[in-house]
Structure formats: structure tokens, C-alpha cells
């Protein structure tokens, strides 16, 4: 079982600046492929950003706005969230998935969530 305690998020208006954290466990962070996924009011749980090893990926919605990192000192990986717009308030999910090969893209591909952080930007 991999426990994910997420921090952060909460409201900023348009162009300002979020940051996520996702607190895990040694083993789970250098184990697991790690990403962040959101959810927003009516829509399906979407991908947004992963992190294998030291490689980053992300969806084209979010490239050159958001980055990921890894904290192996501090056992977390954050979401640092830049430029934002009002379509990217969402809840947002820590996820992980428990393979090595790929970076879960689908919500069916995570083995563990987050309980959410709520991100609102406002116009």
C-alpha cells in the first residue's frame, strides 16, 4: 500500500503561480513512476504530468507552463504550476503506478492517488 499526502494548491487569478507537493514514502518514490493528474467539474480525470527517473513528460496542454520534480531528500514531487488559466482549475491528483516503463497516462494505469488538491484560477 502507498500512501500520497498532497499539499498545496488553493486560488490565484489568471497568469499567477501554483505550487503541488506530493509527500510519499522512500520506497514508493524510488520504486514507482510518479505523475499528477486533474479532474475538473464534469469532465473526466485527465493526465497531466509524469516524472520516470529523471525524465519528465508532460501533456501538451500544460508544456512550457508546468514543471515537475522530484525531491529525493524530502520524499516528495511537486507540481510547479506557472501562467495559469482559468480551464486549469481542477482538483488536482498525485498519482503512481507501480510499473517502471512507462509514465501512467490513463487513470486506469495508476495504482495509488492522492486525496486531491483543489487548484481555482480565476479570471
Known amino acids: 500500500q502507498a500512501q500520497l499526502v498532497e499539499s498545496g494548491g488553493g486560488s490565484v487569478q489568471a497568469g499567477g503561480s501554483l505550487r503541488l507537493s506530493c509527500a510519499a514514502s522512500?520506497?514508493?518514490?524510488?520504486?514507482?513512476?510518479m505523475g499528477w493528474f486533474r479532474q475538473a467539474p464534469g469532465k473526466e480525470r485527465e493526465y497531466v504530468a509524469g516524472i520516470r527517473w529523471s525524465l519528465t513528460y508532460y501533456a501538451e496542454f500544460v508544456k512550457g507552463r508546468f514543471t515537475i520534480s522530484r525531491d529525493n531528500a524530502k520524499n516528495t514531487v511537486s507540481l510547479q504550476m506557472n501562467s495559469l488559466k482559468p480551464e486549469d482549475t481542477a482538483v488536482y491528483y498525485c498519482?503512481?503506478?507501480?510499473?517502471?516503463?512507462?509514465?501512467?497516462?490513463?487513470?486506469?494505469?495508476?495504482?495509488?492517488w492522492g486525496q486531491g488538491a483543489q487548484v481555482t484560477v480565476s479570471s
Open positions: 498519482a503512481a503506478h507501480s510499473g517502471s516503463l512507462y509514465v501512467p497516462r490513463a487513470p486506469a494505469d495508476v495504482d495509488y
Open positions: 522512500e520506497r514508493v518514490l524510488s520504486t514507482y513512476v
